[in-house]
């Protein structure tokens, strides 16, 4: 997979808004941005100014990187929507998300609270539907995520999920790790059966 001729590769971040977000997390999320820019990919993000999503933008901005901000007209106040990117003003979050997805080749999660996790569970639920087979990874400082893996192991022992669910998604534990496993994935996608199987 790779990105479409007419846009450089471009990875999405889903991450806290914030403004109390941990400044481990805020150093971490910043440290990921100045990684886009120096390796020439696409951030593409909510578009606001605030915590980890901000400190993001705003390094990856600083280190002259290629960075688009998506924001619906409603946050632009509360989210501090990040102007000196080029960000696109929407009306709705089904639009945002939409235009996210669409401007995007590889997604990396990092720590958020509840609409980072609709955002990632839209983007498996997508995976697990056959609709995309892009890479999703998650960056999962000190088991911040662990529980929601939990949860998918269990959903997987009651055969609620299938066993190839897990090859939706990977994740790491370490920041510098997170661009090269999402590289590593569009290489090496792994192929998971859609529960909708297509003619």
Same mark, same amino acid.
């Given at each position: 997979?790779?990105?479409?001729?007419?846009?450089?590769?471009?990875?999405?971040?889903?991450?806290?808004?914030?403004?109390?977000?941990?400044?481990?997390?805020?150093?971490?999320?910043?440290?990921?941005?100045?990684?886009?820019?120096?390796?020439?990919?696409?951030?593409?993000?909510?578009?606001?100014?605030?915590?980890?999503?901000?400190?993001?933008?705003?390094?990856?901005?600083?280190?002259?990187?290629?960075?688009?901000?998506?924001?619906?007209?409603?946050?632009?106040?509360?989210? &501090?929507?990040?102007?000196? &990117?080029?960000?696109?003003? &929407?009306?709705?979050?089904?639009?945002?998300?939409?235009?996210?997805?669409?401007?995007?080749?590889?997604?990396?999660?990092?720590?958020?609270?509840?609409?980072?996790?609709?955002?990632?569970?839209?983007?498996?639920?997508?995976?697990?539907?056959?609709?995309?087979?892009?890479?999703?990874?998650?960056?999962?400082?000190?088991?911040?995520?662990?529980?929601?893996?939990?949860?998918?192991?269990?959903?997987?022992?009651?055969?609620?999920?299938?066993?190839?669910?897990?090859?939706?998604?990977?994740? &790491?534990?370490?920041?510098?790790?997170?661009?090269?496993?999402?590289?590593?994935?569009?290489?090496?996608?792994?192929?998971?059966?859609?529960?909708?199987?297509?003619?």
């Amino acid at each position: 997979m790779s990105a479409p001729a007419h846009r450089p590769f471009s990875v999405c971040v889903y991450c806290a808004s914030s403004a109390a977000s941990p400044n481990d997390l805020l150093a971490a999320a910043a440290k990921f941005g100045r990684t886009l820019a120096e390796e020439g990919v696409r951030l593409v993000y909510g578009g606001g100014g605030v915590g980890m999503m901000g400190a993001c933008a705003k390094a990856a901005h600083e280190a002259s990187g290629d960075v688009l901000g998506v924001i619906p007209a409603f946050l632009t106040e509360h989210e &501090v929507a990040y102007t000196r &990117v080029d960000t696109v003003v &929407v009306t709705t979050m089904h639009e945002r998300k939409m235009r996210m997805f669409e401007e995007s080749d590889a997604f990396a999660v990092l720590p958020g609270a509840i609409g980072t996790l609709e955002e990632a569970i839209e983007l498996l639920s997508w995976r697990r539907l056959g609709l995309h087979a892009k890479p999703i990874v998650f960056f999962n400082p000190d088991g911040f995520w662990d529980p929601l893996f939990a949860l998918f192991a269990q959903l997987e022992r009651q055969r609620l999920l299938p066993p190839e669910f897990s090859a939706c998604w990977g994740q &790491v534990d370490a920041i510098d790790d997170l661009l090269p496993a999402l590289r590593a994935a569009l290489v090496d996608e792994p192929v998971v059966p859609p529960l909708i199987q297509r003619a």
